[in-house]
Structure formats: C-alpha cells, structure tokens
C-alpha cells in the first residue's frame, strides 16, 4: 500500500458542508503514515468544533477499510489548523483608512453645550481657507450637529466595497471631507442606541472612512467624559487633543475631567490647547464692543492652570449661531468672528508644524 492508493481512496470521502468537495482536494489529509499493518492517517480542521468531524473520521476510516485486509489497524487523528480570524464588518476595524493622515485631533470639552461642534466645525473650515486638507469626523452619536452645521442634512455619503470590508467616502464641502453618524441615523435612533453599538457605530465612523490625505483629522467629541469618550480616546490613534471651553466654566470640575481625560496614564496624550467660546459678546450692531457677560481672563486662567496654551477667543456673535443654524460657517467669513476662526486654525497649525 502506498500513500497515493490511500489518497485514492480517500477521493470518496465529500465534506457535506464544502459543495461535496472531498477532503483530499479541500487539502484536509494531512498527512498519511503507512506501516505493514497499520495505516494512520491526519486530517486538518479549520475550526475547533467542526460539527462534521466526527463525520468526516469515520468516512476516511470506511473508505480506507473498505480497501484494507482485514487485521489492518486503520486510524484517523485530526489536528486543528487555524484559519486566519475574519474581518467582522465595523467592528474588528484596523487603522488602514488612517495611513495618511497627518495629524488627529480630538476636540472636546468637559461639559456640553460650550460650542465643541461649533468650533470643530469652524476650525475645520478656517484650516481649510489656510490651504490645509482637512476632515471631520462628528463622534457625536447621541447628537450628531455637523449634517446641520454643514447643511449636507438631505445627503448621503457613498459606500465602496474594499474586499470583504465597505468604506464610506466622506461628503466634501467648503474644501472640508465630512463624516457623522448623522448621515445615516435619524436623531431618534441614535439616541436608544446601548453603549456598545455607539461605541462602534462611532468607531465606523472614523475608522471606515475613506479620508484619504489629510493635514487634518478633527473628531468632534460627544459631550461629557463617560465610557464612550474614554473608548474612543483608546481606540482611535489620536495625537493629542484640543478643549473647548466658555470662561464661565473655569471654575467646574468638568474641564478638569476633560483634561484628565487625555493626561491620564493609560491614555497620555498632550493637549495642544484650549480654546475660549463665548468669551465676549459683541452685538451685531456694534461690531467693536464686548462685553464680558461670563467674566474676562478666565480662558487664560483656566489655560495657565493645566499648563497649555490658550489657542483662540471666540466672541459669541448672532452669525456664529446662525452659521451653525443655515449651514454656512461662520469661519467662511471677512467679519470679526471669521477671522477669530481663521486666527485660531493658524496657531495650531503652527503648534503641529
Ligand atoms: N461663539 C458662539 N456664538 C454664538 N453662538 C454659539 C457660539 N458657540 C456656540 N454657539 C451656539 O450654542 C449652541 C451650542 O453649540 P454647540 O452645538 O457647538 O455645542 P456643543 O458643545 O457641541 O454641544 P453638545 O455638548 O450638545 O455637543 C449652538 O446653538 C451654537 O450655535
Ligand atoms: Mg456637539
């Protein structure tokens, strides 16, 4: 007896679960050991518990009895050969889509409503008018803002299949690539959704995404600093981080969080700087006066505090809210507040240089 006439023999033997190719062709025979009265012979699974192997053991063993004298000690062993682990769609996702991105940056805050979506949305926009190529990914999942501050509301951002994966492209508008959760759930739906499933969706949303080459990767961070910001801060390669706040809040625990959040030891990421919303108020029609409504000096107080710079003021204005409201940032502008956008883009530009 010769191993090929066992391999023969074997040819007989279909694996149901495979389009009934044989064992031989599915490359499962291992290995044959042929002695004068014994015939051992290996077959490789790919799966630990392959509900047809004990199947499978006991065709090989037929087919090759059915050909054997009697007396012939005839034995099937089996061993397990991994299969490479499969891609889950959005879930086991790799930073590939990130290789040529130059720069990620967080933005958040400790608190919310302090206009994190608002300068994130802005400053995009500003780095964009700077020449820089730049994206934004909303990580906002609970409160997606960019569709609505972009006006990109009634759009949908196309998929293309990359292998067994998809990959969204981002919507491009103002010279920025755009991506949020918004696109593809109405509010109401990404509310319920359960920590895990926003985690991912939030996930896909910056790491299924077609950015391409970027200067500038900003991810609007949802508000607060729960398990989902701490996750996101894990999971996606960030440099480092910018924090929005109003000088009302210097003095809350919140910013703290914020900033603990990045300079804690397991994440341990610099924060480039903070930025100041609201810090004075100039009404329309009287373009040249603030007013300190929230106090002045707390940005610079707050920025001395945890040792990092003080990025930009930004004044609180009617066009800032309506920009956000109609779609049109505010940093599109030649006003006072465009160029307070214009005028923070440039300085952490030069930070990152
Ligand atoms: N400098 C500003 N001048 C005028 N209005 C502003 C300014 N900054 C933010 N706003 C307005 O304040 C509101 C909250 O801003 P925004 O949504 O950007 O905050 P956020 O921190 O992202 O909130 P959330 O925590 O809900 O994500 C919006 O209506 C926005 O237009
Ligand atoms: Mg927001």
Redesign the pocket.
Known sequence: MKEQEIKEWLLAVEHPAKGDKNIVELGMVENIEVSEDSIIVTLAFAKHRDPLAEYLIGSAKAAIIRNTPIGTKVEVKTIIKDEAPKKKPGLDLGFEELANVKHIIGIA?GK????????SVNLATALARLGYKVGLADA?VY?P?VPKMTATEAEMPDAIVNGEQEVIMPLEKYGVKWMSIGYFAKPEQALIWRGPMACNALKQMILQVRWGELDFLLI?M??GTGDIHISLVHDIPMEGAVI?STPQDVALADVEKGVNMFRNESVNKPIFGLVE??AWFTPAEHPDEKYYIFGQGGGQRMADKYGIPLLGQ?????S??EG??NGQPAALSTRPDGLAFLGLAEKLAEILK
């Open positions: 805050s919310g409503g302090v206009g994190k979506s608002t300068v906002d409160g803002s609007d949802p508000p929005v919303n609201m930004i004044p609180i204005v009617q800032i809210r956000g409201d």
